[in-house]
């Protein structure tokens, strides 16, 4: 059964203060590792796709590295407008393409960024 | 450019009663898929579309039905509502010859079952 764990739960940062979100996961064989952002009563917005171990994908302050058994997300001087909780999800490279290609989804990293 | 529209954004039920989710996306897009998302738990796959005419149960399918009459149409129906399904509901929506871990996803539909 493919899992997915992230942490913390929750992070409160001062602006500026640079930090990492892990997501740990085992899967039959990853066909793509996501992150997406999800802020208070919205649905989540896509932010990147890693394939393979030692992909990197960069967008604005964020970071998003993955090995074979986890994936952080590094928030370089965040600002209060990247406070929001942050999905880590994985899909499976299933033995037969039965068009689900579900995601499994974490619970999700509460980040909080104070001025 | 709507992208996926989700209504009802709030709605309030009696245990036994019967609903329908309504979504709509006007991207073209062949995948379409409901998620629930509950409290300390992730998003979890309810019921998936490839394309019209053509629907597949995913992770959590009992107590709900789907079909898909158009490609811009994905509508969720509740047989009989149960307290277990109090949650909030995503569609999400995306090419199927792209990755369709690529999602957009609507709003949410906010349900209580009392």
């Known amino acids: 059964e493919d899992q997915v764990t992230q942490s913390p739960e929750a992070l409160r940062l001062q602006e500026g203060e640079s930090s990492s979100l892990n997501c740990s996961y085992t899967?039959?064989?990853?066909?793509?590792l996501f992150w997406y952002r999800q802020d208070p009563g919205k649905g989540p917005e896509f932010l990147f796709t890693?394939?393979?171990a030692g992909e990197e994908k960069e967008k604005e302050r964020l970071k998003a590295t993955l090995t074979k058994k986890e994936s952080f997300l590094h928030i370089t001087a965040p600002k209060p407008e990247d406070s929001a909780t942050y999905l880590c999800?994985?899909?499976?490279?299933?033995?037969?393409?039965?068009?689900?290609?579900?995601?499994?989804f974490g619970s999700g990293t509460r980040l909080q960024v104070q001025p | 450019n709507a992208g996926v529209t989700q209504t009802p954004k709030f709605q309030v039920l009696k245990t036994g009663q019967s609903m329908t989710l309504q979504c709509a996306q006007d991207?073209?897009?062949?995948?379409m898929s409901w998620y629930r998302q509950d409290p300390g738990m992730g998003l979890r796959l309810i019921h998936y579309s490839v394309g019209a005419g053509i629907t597949d149960q995913g992770e959590v399918p009992n107590g709900y039905n789907v079909s898909r009459s158009t490609t811009e149409d994905f509508p969720l129906r509740l047989l009989s509502a149960a307290p277990s399904q109090t949650s909030v509901y995503f569609c999400?929506?995306?090419?199927?010859?792209?990755?369709?871990?690529?999602?957009?996803f609507g709003e949410g539909s906010r349900l209580t079952v009392l």
């Open positions: 899967v039959s064989g990853l066909r793509g």
């Open positions: 991207m073209n897009h062949e995948y």
């Open positions: 999800a994985v899909q499976a490279r299933a033995a037969k393409d039965t068009g689900r290609r579900a995601l499994t």
């Open positions: 999400a929506s995306s090419y199927f010859n792209t990755n369709t871990g690529e999602l957009f």
């Open positions: 890693l394939y393979s």
